[in-house]
């Protein structure tokens, strides 16, 4: 099948810290690609570096055959890159409508005079509202996003990144903070996504279970090395994981 | 002759970028710790210099029990300030709610000082008096010697406590980061009022020393436009930045009047901007970028 | 959709009130000062774009001001142009210089560039003093020709009005419909998060930059407009502190919205002339007022309006909802 995202010996300090060493990865369509380490392994990072928030010392990264190393971070996101943050970034002083709209935008492309004569679409409502039932919550349009739970607020991040109709979705801790319903329902939006949608996925988690039960493929990292890749079989089996992180609980 | 007058421009330079420096090094100070750009930080200037009139010239106490008093006062001021213009502000929505507050800050001040003082202009006897002679007509007044001098101990002052110290630099973080402030046991507050203490009491004295060149008059605010302008030459956020820059347009001023009396001013802020355009940064800032 | 259209009709019969009224009923002087307020409204409208669509806090108006009113003064005093002709020259010519110097300022962040839009207006005013030959410098050019289309000629305080009020309407209709277009969504974006507008393909240096020749445009308008109201142009209009008392307007209205916008530049405009025997006060006043508003009402009087009528519609279930997702779940949440 062909690579939608590739890491080619990826490298990034901060300073004197590594965040990164000749990283190289590699995310299929429909694959939900489990990203783990200790704290501090330099995970975000890695995301920050795929989505172009921080540009990358050397090494390149490939999406949908191109060559994205240079490119800026929005026009990444125009090209198929989905992100979704540790703690949920909206309009904080819009409403929930336009939050989505401006998802809505990434996915429709209409120029400014056009948008100018009709300014706000309303053909995302039906897969907005056949995302959110699938999440099984709901929320009035016209609300504000300080009217949704935590919780709320992390599953329409990932509904609005899908709205986008994006190729590949970088997810950054979904779970953390969530009860454990609303953990399943996260993993039921990304299973659509990735298994219905063919869309990737690169997940951050620190819920073991979560990794082991949804993805089919996991990287290590360990102070921004990748340590071990494999399913989650090979992974869990591997002895430099273990020792990753049993060696650091003994250091505890 | 030449020589004689282009030392005269550099030590009239070096004494107007001292002053600049301090605004600058005030403004810094702010900016580090509550990421906040002062407006008002020309008006604390301006009453600095008004302050010290005031208590020289009309309440006539001699040099040593005035700095005491001034330096009391600026204390007051800063704090006040803080709680007038931080304080409620700090967790606003709008980010732009704190520069607009303390755009009105000045104006507030500015008006303040016009219904004590008047708004005609105020006189400052040298604070100290005479000129040395170098050689034929070749004069430079003992007040930009010192004006100088003082600056350079301020300066240093400032560089060791927040640069070098381990106390400064606590005091910054704290102010940045409650959970710093836990670690230290400092309550956030009173390391913010400091930083606003001794950033009102630099500028305060920074008015004092430059009231005798010029009249004492509201117009003293403008000021802080040059100290804005050698910050960010300098490099946002730094103090060593700060200080250089505003040195450099301290001189850069100064000969520009050798070419132009009416363009003084345009060349100082074009310098500035040809800098932004080549390093939008400053010369010794770094890219200061947001935690994901 | 019903309730839309009553919506609208009101706004239309004000507005048509106004345009009757204003002009009939009013002193000479009191149309002179109104007419005074829409010409700085419409620069304020930049100031909408910029700080309240945006979040960038600009004081470059009065200058791009300036750029459009001596545009305007050059192409009729020594073009002989016609006034649209003029209008129009001094949009394009804003805009054009907003291209430029905002692609340059904006390279920087936040308050730096707030602060290098200071170091503009100040340059600009150094130029517009001592350019004589194009601007006259501190005496100003006079005599500079009156509103007029095709043979029509304003002559009258009352006839600016209806010009002032054309021009103010469809800037404020243009800048009211911005904010719901992709583009107002995108200086959303950009205002409330930079980062999260990247990841949502959001060109964010791009869409400063646009926003700042939206305003540029705007305050050509309103300067080329301030000219021939007056007949005059003095490099003293372009100072800094106009700029913040422009940006004082801006806020105590309601920043967001070309209404609140339009509050705020009549009452500081109307301010002075009720306050005549507190004259040496005002200025205190607004220093103050601005201060406190910051802390109180930072989304200014129709930020206070919309959430009192927001309370209002939620008490008596005026709103319509469009709901989004199960029934269940929303049946869950009312419990």
């Known amino acids: 099948m062909e690579k939608l995202l590739a890491l080619s010996k990826v490298n990034k ?104 004569v009709s300014p706000k679409s309303k053909n995302f409502i039906p897969h907005l509202d056949e995302l959110t ?45 969530l009860n454990n319903v609303e953990r399943d329902r996260v993993m039921t939006l990304l299973r659509l996504a990735a298994h219905e949608r063919g869309i990737g996925i690169v997940l951050i988690e620190h819920s073991m279970d979560m990794i082991m039960d949804c993805c089919q493929n996991i990287t290590v990292l360990n102070f921004g090395e990748v340590i071990a890749c494999g399913s989650p079989q090979e992974v869990s089996n591997n002895e430099a994981v273990i020792e990753a992180y049993l060696g650091r609980r003994k250091d505890a | 002759m030449n020589i004689g007058l282009y030392l005269q421009l550099l030590v009239i330079g070096l004494s107007m970028g001292m002053i600049y420096a301090i605004l600058a090094m005030g403004i810094v100070l702010l900016v580090r710790a509550v990421g906040v750009l002062n407006f008002a930080q020309g008006e604390l200037f301006m009453l600095g210099a008004y302050v010290c009139y005031a208590l020289t010239v009309q309440l006539h106490m001699p040099i ?3 700095l005491i008093v001034a330096l009391l006062i600026f204390v007051l001021f800063g704090t006040l300030f803080m709680f007038a213009v931080y304080w409620p502000l700090r967790n606003s929505k709008w980010p732009a709610t704190i520069i607009i507050s303390t755009l009105g800050a000045s104006v507030v001040l500015k008006e303040v000082v016009k219904l004590i003082w008047g708004s005609v202009p ?34 240093t002052a400032v560089f060791l406590l927040f640069d070098k110290l381990f106390l400064g630099r606590a005091m910054q973080a704290a102010a940045q980061d409650s959970y710093a402030a836990q670690l230290l046991g400092i309550p956030t507050i009173v390391t913010t009022a400091l930083t606003y203490i001794i950033s009102a009491s630099l500028v305060g004295v920074g008015g004092w020393l430059v009231s005798p060149l010029f009249l004492v008059s509201t117009s003293l605010g403008s000021f802080l436009l040059k100290g804005f302008a050698g910050m960010v030459i300098g490099g946002l956020g730094d103090v060593k930045g700060a200080v250089i820059g505003s040195l450099l347009v301290g001189v850069i001023e100064s000969f520009a009047t050798l070419f132009t009396a009416t363009y003084k001013d345009a060349v100082v802020f074009s310098v500035l901007i040809i800098v932004l355009i080549v390093r939008p940064t400053g010369f010794f800032g770094q890219k200061i970028s947001e935690k994901v | 959709m019903k309730r839309r259209i009553i919506k609208i009709l009101v706004v239309v019969a004000i507005l048509a009130l106004a345009a009757v009224l204003v002009p009939t009923i009013s002193s000479h002087y ?7 307020a829409l010409v700085f409204y419409v620069g304020c409208l930049g100031i909408c774009v910029m700080l309240g669509y945006g979040g960038m806090v600009s004081f470059a108006t009065i200058t791009f001001m300036g750029l459009g009113a001596y545009m305007s003064a050059n192409l009729s005093l020594k073009a002989g142009m016609p006034f649209l002709v003029c209008v129009l020259g001094s949009m394009i010519f804003a805009g054009l210089c907003a291209l430029i110097i905002g692609a340059i300022l904006l390279r920087l962040s936040g308050t730096f560039f707030t602060f290098s839009t200071v170091a503009l207006v100040l340059i600009a005013h150094d130029l517009f003093t001592n350019l004589r030959s194009l601007t006259g410098g501190p005496d100003g050019m006079g005599g500079i020709p009156p509103f007029n289309i095709g043979s029509f000629v304003a002559d009258t305080a009352a006839d600016n009005f209806y010009f002032l009020f054309v021009a103010g309407l469809l800037a404020a209709l243009f800048v009211h419909r911005l904010k719901y277009t992709n583009l107002g969504r995108r ?25 700042f020749i939206i305003a540029g445009v705007l305050s050509g308008l309103s300067g080329s407009l301030m000219v021939h109201n007056y007949h005059f142009v003095g490099s003293s209009s372009f100072v800094f502190d106009q700029s913040t008392t422009m940006v004082i307007m801006a806020m105590l209205g309601g920043v967001s919205h070309p209404g609140g916008v339009f509050l705020g530049t009549m009452i500081i405009t109307m301010l002075p002339e009720w306050l005549k025997p507190l004259q040496e006060y005002i200025r205190l006043f607004y ?41 269940d779940a929303s049946s869950e949440e009312m419990i």
Request: glycine share 10%.
């Open chain 1, 13 to 116: 300090r901060f300073g004197g810290v590594v965040a990164a060493k000749d990283v190289d990865m590699e995310v299929y369509p429909g694959e939900i690609h489990g990203l783990i380490g200790p704290n501090g392994a330099g995970k975000t990072t890695m995301l920050n570096l795929i989505s172009g928030i921080t540009p990358v010392d050397s090494g390149t990264i490939t999406f949908l055959g191109r060559n994205i190393t240079k490119m800026k971070a929005h026009n990444r996101a125009r090209m198929g890159l989905g992100r979704t943050f540790q703690t949920p970034r909206f309009l904080d002083r819009s409403d929930i409508e336009e939050n989505i709209l401006l998802a809505n935008d990434l996915n429709e492309r209409i120029s400014f005079f056009k948008s100018f």
């Open chain 1, 133 to 177: 039932r699938v999440a099984d919550f709901s929320f009035y349009l016209e609300d504000d996003i300080s009217s949704l739970t935590y919780g709320q607020r992390k599953m329409l991040e990932i509904i609005r990144s899908m709205i986008t109709n994006p190729k590949l979705i970088l997810v950054d801790e979904p779970a953390a903070g």
């Open chain 2, 64 to 66: 040593y029990v005035m």
């Open chain 2, 122 to 155: 105020v006189v400052q006897p040298p604070i100290i008096k005479g000129v040395l002679v170098l050689w034929g007509n070749v004069r430079i007044e003992y007040q930009y010697l010192f004006i100088i001098g003082i600056g350079s101990l301020l300066i």
């Open chain 3, 30 to 36: 009191v149309i002179t000062v109104v007419n005074g």
């Open chain 3, 187 to 211: 200086l959303a974006a950009v205002r409330d998060n930079e980062i999260a507008a990247a990841t949502m393909g959001v060109d964010v240096y791009r869409t400063k930059v646009v926003a």
């Open chain 3, 287 to 327: 220093g103050l007022g601005v201060m406190l508003l910051m802390v109180f009402m930072p989304t200014g009087l129709w930020g206070l309006g919309e959430q009192l009528s927001a309370r209002f519609k939620e008490r008596f279930h005026l709103t319509r909802k469009t709901l989004i997702g199960s029934d």
